[in-house]
């Protein structure tokens, strides 16, 4: 079996609810520009994570959340691409 590398942690989570398409490619869009401009390093720095989930429609909305051990285990995000 071939595992790939998995990045290092940046603070942005995506959440595994967001809907196929649209709402899905928009939230990765975010998460990527998050992760890039080094803003969820800095907010990882403050232990908290961003999270992005369903809004409205197909929107997303963000929200922050404090970082602990139970919200990485939350099943409900993926820091890596969205989806498990």
Do not use: C, T
């Not at 803003?39 to 929200?63: F, H, M, T």
């Not at 922050?64 to 989806?83: F, H, Q, T, V």
Request: glycine share 10%.
């Amino acid at each position: 079996m071939n595992i790939s590398r998995v990045p290092s942690f940046k603070g942005v989570y995506l959440s595994n609810y967001l809907a196929p398409g649209k709402q899905h490619d928009l939230g990765a869009k975010v998460r990527d520009a998050l992760n890039s401009s080094g803003v969820g390093a800095e907010y990882e720095k403050q232990n908290k994570d961003i999270l992005i989930k369903r809004g409205p429609k197909d929107g997303i909305s963000i929200s922050l959340a404090k970082y602990d051990i139970k919200r990485i285990l939350d099943d409900d995000y993926s820091r890596w691409n969205g989806r498990f």
